[in-house]
């Protein structure tokens, strides 16, 4: 599963840890707290999301907190050793525990 999550994410244009993808739309390392909250209220306010044919559908297999059909979609690319996700950790519960119902979060793997 971890070759796989990491497969996906290389293709989708990850290229180092933590990646997040808000609707996805590809944001690259541990950004500020208030960056991520502006970026999900935006993605929350929009309809639509931003296509990445490359990006991976969810699937069974995949590890979700909230409903896969929420209206904003966070998948984090991240890894157990990367003390920049281990910083970017907290800022991603703190974004499920704000909007609620509203925000899925996916995690996968990438080493």
Do not use: Q
């Amino acid at each position: 599963m971890i070759a796989s999550d990491a497969a996906g994410g290389a293709a989708a244009g990850v290229n180092g840890t933590p990646a997040t993808f808000i609707n996805g739309e590809l944001v690259s390392g541990a950004v500020p707290y208030a960056t991520l909250k502006s970026m999900v209220e935006a993605a929350r306010a929009n309809t639509t999301a931003t296509a990445n044919a490359d990006l991976p559908e969810l699937t069974d297999k995949d590890h979700i907190r909230g409903d896969k059909n929420a209206k904003v979609v966070l998948i984090e690319y991240s890894d157990f050793e990367c003390p920049f996700c281990t910083r970017h950790h907290p800022n991603m519960v703190n974004l499920v525990e704000e909007f609620g119902d509203d925000v899925a979060w996916v995690y996968r793997h990438f080493t």
